[in-house]
């Protein structure tokens, strides 16, 4: 399991760009993976989520979030801090 959290999107997705922005405003080290330019990104997705929509956010906790708003992300982040 990785010890940062992975962000599966892509930069056409509002929803990708929206969550991008909470977790650079909490200072949330990540990484990012772009479906369009990581041609295996999408089924690793899948894979974690069970779906295709995306953002899909891992956590270095094993768990994951699927589209999540502001507010449930920003609670995710700062209770597994």
């Known amino acids: 399991m990785s010890n ?3 962000m599966y999107g892509a930069e056409w997705c509002i929803d990708c760009r929206r969550s ?3 977790l650079d405003t909490l200072g949330v080290d990540y990484d990012y993976v772009d479906l369009e330019a990581d041609l295996t990104g999408a089924d690793r997705a899948i894979a974690i989520s069970g779906r295709t929509n995306i953002p899909v956010i891992q956590f270095t906790d094993g768990s994951h979030l699927v ?4 507010s449930e992300l920003r609670e995710k ?3 597994s801090q």
């Not at 589209?67 to 502001?70: C, G, L, R």
């Open 4 to 6: 940062k959290v992975t």
């Open 20 to 22: 991008k922005k909470v």
């Open 67 to 70: 589209e999540p708003s502001d």
């Open 77 to 79: 982040v700062t209770s």
